[in-house]
Protein backbone atom coordinates (compact mmCIF):
# COMPACT_ATOMS: atom_id res chain seq x y z
CA UNK A 1 0.00 0.00 0.00
CA UNK A 2 1.34 3.90 -0.52
CA UNK A 3 2.48 5.59 2.28
CA UNK A 4 0.57 7.66 4.55
CA UNK A 5 1.73 10.59 2.79
CA UNK A 6 0.24 9.93 -0.43
CA UNK A 7 -2.92 9.40 1.10
CA UNK A 8 -6.50 11.95 1.32
CA UNK A 9 -9.96 11.84 2.56
CA UNK A 10 -12.01 11.36 -0.59
CA UNK A 11 -14.89 13.75 -0.94
CA UNK A 12 -17.61 11.86 -2.76
CA UNK A 13 -20.46 13.88 -1.96
CA UNK A 14 -18.28 17.56 -2.26
CA UNK A 15 -19.53 19.13 -5.70
CA UNK A 16 -16.81 22.06 -5.22
CA UNK A 17 -14.40 19.84 -4.87
CA UNK A 18 -11.29 20.16 -7.62
CA UNK A 19 -10.55 17.03 -7.95
CA UNK A 20 -14.01 16.19 -9.15
CA UNK A 21 -13.53 15.73 -12.69
CA UNK A 22 -11.59 12.08 -12.03
CA UNK A 23 -14.97 10.86 -10.10
CA UNK A 24 -17.56 11.35 -13.34
CA UNK A 25 -17.02 7.60 -14.71
CA UNK A 26 -16.71 6.36 -11.04
CA UNK A 27 -19.87 3.99 -9.78
CA UNK A 28 -19.49 4.75 -5.87
CA UNK A 29 -19.72 9.23 -7.45
CA UNK A 30 -22.72 7.61 -10.25
CA UNK A 31 -24.59 6.32 -6.82
CA UNK A 32 -24.09 9.72 -5.45
CA UNK A 33 -25.28 11.53 -8.34
CA UNK A 34 -28.45 9.64 -8.42
CA UNK A 35 -29.82 10.89 -5.14
CA UNK A 36 -31.92 13.80 -4.96
CA UNK A 37 -32.96 13.77 -1.36
CA UNK A 38 -30.86 15.85 1.11
CA UNK A 39 -31.39 13.63 4.18
CA UNK A 40 -30.19 10.62 1.67
CA UNK A 41 -27.27 12.40 0.56
CA UNK A 42 -26.16 13.51 3.92
CA UNK A 43 -26.39 10.28 5.14
CA UNK A 44 -24.09 8.80 2.52
CA UNK A 45 -21.48 11.97 3.15
CA UNK A 46 -21.38 9.87 6.50
CA UNK A 47 -21.16 6.46 5.21
CA UNK A 48 -18.24 6.79 2.33
CA UNK A 49 -16.36 8.57 4.30
CA UNK A 50 -13.80 6.28 5.31
CA UNK A 51 -12.85 6.53 1.48
CA UNK A 52 -9.43 7.25 0.77
CA UNK A 53 -7.73 8.87 -2.00
CA UNK A 54 -4.02 7.25 -2.75
CA UNK A 55 -1.63 7.65 -4.94
CA UNK A 56 1.16 5.14 -6.42
CA UNK A 57 4.40 5.65 -8.42
CA UNK A 58 5.00 3.64 -11.37
CA UNK A 59 5.63 -0.23 -10.65
CA UNK A 60 4.07 0.27 -7.51
CA UNK A 61 1.76 -2.60 -5.85
CA UNK A 62 -1.62 -2.01 -4.84
CA UNK A 63 -2.34 -5.43 -3.87
CA UNK A 64 -0.86 -8.32 -4.06
CA UNK A 65 -2.15 -11.68 -4.94
CA UNK A 66 -2.94 -14.56 -1.95
CA UNK A 67 -3.25 -11.03 0.40
CA UNK A 68 -6.39 -10.97 2.59
CA UNK A 69 -7.88 -7.63 1.32
CA UNK A 70 -10.76 -5.35 2.96
CA UNK A 71 -10.67 -2.46 0.43
CA UNK A 72 -11.82 -2.14 -3.35
CA UNK A 73 -10.10 -0.30 -5.76
CA UNK A 74 -11.69 2.48 -8.20
CA UNK A 75 -9.02 4.15 -10.41
CA UNK A 76 -8.91 7.57 -10.46
CA UNK A 77 -5.77 9.04 -12.59
CA UNK A 78 -3.61 6.29 -14.94
CA UNK A 79 -3.29 2.24 -15.75
CA UNK A 80 -2.67 -0.61 -13.47
CA UNK A 81 -2.18 -4.06 -14.64
CA UNK A 82 -3.30 -7.21 -13.06
CA UNK A 83 -0.41 -9.65 -13.35
CA UNK A 84 0.45 -13.63 -12.62
CA UNK A 85 3.31 -14.99 -11.56
CA UNK A 86 5.10 -18.38 -12.88
CA UNK A 87 7.49 -20.00 -10.97
CA UNK A 88 10.28 -18.77 -12.66
CA UNK A 89 9.53 -15.24 -11.96
CA UNK A 90 7.75 -14.60 -15.19
CA UNK A 91 4.33 -12.84 -15.24
CA UNK A 92 1.36 -12.42 -17.50
CA UNK A 93 -1.30 -9.31 -17.90
CA UNK A 94 -4.29 -11.00 -17.07
CA UNK A 95 -6.05 -7.25 -17.12
CA UNK A 96 -5.95 -3.23 -16.87
CA UNK A 97 -7.67 -0.87 -15.46
CA UNK A 98 -8.32 2.80 -15.79
CA UNK A 99 -10.22 5.52 -14.73
CA UNK A 100 -13.71 4.52 -13.71
CA UNK A 101 -12.65 0.60 -13.46
CA UNK A 102 -12.35 -1.14 -9.75
CA UNK A 103 -10.29 -4.14 -9.18
CA UNK A 104 -10.37 -6.18 -6.68
CA UNK A 105 -13.61 -7.10 -7.27
CA UNK A 106 -13.21 -10.66 -6.38
CA UNK A 107 -13.06 -9.64 -2.57
CA UNK A 108 -17.11 -9.73 -2.88
CA UNK A 109 -17.26 -13.51 -2.54
CA UNK A 110 -13.24 -14.27 -1.59
CA UNK A 111 -11.46 -12.83 1.21
CA UNK A 112 -8.23 -13.06 -0.99
CA UNK A 113 -6.87 -11.20 -3.96
CA UNK A 114 -7.06 -13.44 -6.94
CA UNK A 115 -3.93 -11.07 -8.42
CA UNK A 116 -1.60 -8.56 -7.98
CA UNK A 117 -2.18 -5.46 -8.85
CA UNK A 118 0.83 -2.90 -10.18
CA UNK A 119 0.64 0.54 -11.23
CA UNK A 120 2.16 1.06 -15.01
CA UNK A 121 2.58 4.74 -14.67
CA UNK A 122 1.45 7.30 -11.78
CA UNK A 123 -2.13 6.27 -10.53
CA UNK A 124 -4.60 7.21 -8.30
CA UNK A 125 -7.31 4.99 -6.88
CA UNK A 126 -10.24 5.34 -4.36
CA UNK A 127 -9.61 2.54 -1.94
CA UNK A 128 -13.07 1.36 -0.87
CA UNK A 129 -13.67 -0.52 2.17
CA UNK A 130 -15.86 -3.32 1.88
CA UNK A 131 -17.36 -2.47 5.33
CA UNK A 132 -19.14 1.14 3.31
CA UNK A 133 -20.35 -1.49 0.22
CA UNK A 134 -21.72 -4.23 3.12
CA UNK A 135 -23.35 -0.90 5.26
CA UNK A 136 -24.75 0.68 1.37
CA UNK A 137 -25.94 -2.67 0.30
CA UNK A 138 -27.76 -3.58 3.80
CA UNK A 139 -29.36 -0.41 4.12
CA UNK A 140 -30.60 0.75 0.82
CA UNK A 141 -29.94 -2.61 -1.21
CA UNK A 142 -31.60 -0.70 -4.28
CA UNK A 143 -29.00 1.76 -4.22
CA UNK A 144 -26.48 -0.98 -4.52
CA UNK A 145 -27.96 -2.49 -7.55
CA UNK A 146 -26.32 -0.51 -10.75
CA UNK A 147 -22.99 -0.72 -8.70
CA UNK A 148 -23.24 -4.01 -8.14
CA UNK A 149 -24.16 -4.38 -11.92
CA UNK A 150 -21.04 -2.31 -13.46
CA UNK A 151 -18.98 -4.39 -11.18
CA UNK A 152 -20.52 -7.59 -12.39
CA UNK A 153 -19.74 -6.51 -16.20
CA UNK A 154 -16.38 -5.58 -15.44
CA UNK A 155 -15.93 -9.08 -13.74
CA UNK A 156 -17.31 -11.09 -16.76
CA UNK A 157 -15.44 -9.05 -19.26
CA UNK A 158 -11.91 -10.26 -17.34
CA UNK A 159 -13.13 -13.96 -17.90
CA UNK A 160 -12.71 -13.28 -21.82
CA UNK A 161 -9.46 -11.06 -21.53
CA UNK A 162 -6.31 -14.46 -21.89
CA UNK A 163 -9.21 -16.03 -24.87
CA UNK A 164 -9.24 -13.08 -26.79
CA UNK A 165 -5.19 -12.54 -26.51
CA UNK A 166 -4.06 -15.94 -26.09
CA UNK A 167 -4.72 -17.70 -29.57
CA UNK A 168 -4.00 -17.04 -32.86
CA UNK A 169 -0.40 -15.90 -34.55
CA UNK A 170 1.87 -12.93 -32.84
CA UNK A 171 0.50 -10.65 -35.04
CA UNK A 172 -3.28 -11.65 -34.98
CA UNK A 173 -3.19 -11.03 -31.31
CA UNK A 174 -1.22 -7.61 -31.38
CA UNK A 175 -3.93 -6.36 -33.64
CA UNK A 176 -6.56 -7.36 -31.74
CA UNK A 177 -4.92 -5.61 -28.88
CA UNK A 178 -4.05 -2.57 -30.41
CA UNK A 179 -7.71 -2.37 -30.97
CA UNK A 180 -9.08 -3.02 -27.88
CA UNK A 181 -6.57 -0.28 -26.37
CA UNK A 182 -8.23 1.94 -29.13
CA UNK A 183 -11.74 1.56 -27.87
CA UNK A 184 -10.75 1.36 -24.26
CA UNK A 185 -8.68 4.68 -24.22
CA UNK A 186 -11.40 6.59 -26.23
CA UNK A 187 -14.78 4.98 -25.94
CA UNK A 188 -15.12 4.20 -29.57
CA UNK A 189 -13.35 3.07 -32.78
CA UNK A 190 -10.96 5.40 -34.13
CA UNK A 191 -7.58 4.73 -35.62
CA UNK A 192 -5.61 5.56 -32.77
CA UNK A 193 -4.74 4.04 -29.88
CA UNK A 194 -2.26 5.08 -26.77
CA UNK A 195 -0.20 1.75 -26.52
CA UNK A 196 1.85 0.33 -23.60
CA UNK A 197 5.46 -0.05 -23.33
CA UNK A 198 6.24 -3.13 -25.52
CA UNK A 199 7.53 -5.32 -22.18
CA UNK A 200 3.88 -5.00 -21.52
CA UNK A 201 2.23 -5.36 -24.74
CA UNK A 202 4.62 -8.51 -24.66
CA UNK A 203 3.20 -9.77 -20.63
CA UNK A 204 -0.78 -9.44 -22.38
CA UNK A 205 -0.27 -11.64 -25.17
CA UNK A 206 2.15 -14.16 -23.78
CA UNK A 207 5.33 -13.25 -26.05
CA UNK A 208 8.57 -12.08 -25.80
CA UNK A 209 9.22 -8.26 -26.18
CA UNK A 210 11.57 -9.24 -29.86
CA UNK A 211 8.29 -10.82 -31.13
CA UNK A 212 6.43 -7.72 -30.44
CA UNK A 213 9.13 -5.32 -31.45
CA UNK A 214 9.38 -7.54 -35.16
CA UNK A 215 6.01 -7.07 -35.76
CA UNK A 216 5.58 -3.52 -34.87
CA UNK A 217 9.02 -3.20 -37.10
CA UNK A 218 7.21 -4.55 -40.02
CA UNK A 219 3.91 -2.63 -39.52
CA UNK A 220 5.70 0.55 -39.33
CA UNK A 221 7.37 0.07 -42.87
CA UNK A 222 4.46 -1.20 -44.40
CA UNK A 223 2.38 2.07 -43.05
CA UNK A 224 -0.05 0.23 -40.82
CA UNK A 225 1.49 1.92 -37.52
CA UNK A 226 2.44 5.73 -36.96
CA UNK A 227 3.84 7.18 -34.40
CA UNK A 228 2.06 10.31 -33.28
CA UNK A 229 4.82 11.76 -30.64
CA UNK A 230 3.37 15.19 -31.20
CA UNK A 231 -0.14 13.48 -29.46
CA UNK A 232 1.79 11.63 -26.78
CA UNK A 233 3.85 8.79 -26.05
CA UNK A 234 3.51 5.55 -26.99
CA UNK A 235 0.64 7.06 -29.42
CA UNK A 236 0.28 5.88 -32.67
CA UNK A 237 -2.33 6.00 -35.72
CA UNK A 238 -3.10 2.80 -37.44
CA UNK A 239 -4.95 1.56 -40.20
CA UNK A 240 -8.13 0.36 -39.32
CA UNK A 241 -9.19 -2.19 -42.07
CA UNK A 242 -6.01 -3.73 -42.05
CA UNK A 243 -5.19 -4.02 -38.59
CA UNK A 244 -8.94 -5.45 -37.99
CA UNK A 245 -8.19 -8.14 -41.14
CA UNK A 246 -5.28 -9.24 -38.95
CA UNK A 247 -7.12 -9.59 -35.79
CA UNK A 248 -9.71 -11.53 -37.40
CA UNK A 249 -7.46 -13.93 -39.48
CA UNK A 250 -7.42 -17.09 -36.59
CA UNK A 251 -10.94 -16.57 -35.28
Not at 45 to 64: K, M, Y
Not at 157 to 179: D, K, N, P
Amino acid sequence: MPKTSKREPSRCTDENWPGRERCLACPIYKLVKSQTDPEMIAWLAQVLSPIEICRFDAGETACRAGDKGQHIFSVRAGIFKAVRYSQGGEYRIVQLFRNGESFGLELLTNPHFDHSVVAIEPAEVCQIPLSVIRTVEEKVPDLCTPLMEEWHDQLRQAETWIVQFSTGTVRSRLARLVIYLSVWNSGEEINTARLLPGRELAAVLGVTPESISRVMAQWKRQNLLQRLPEIGAETYRFDKTQLRRLAEASL
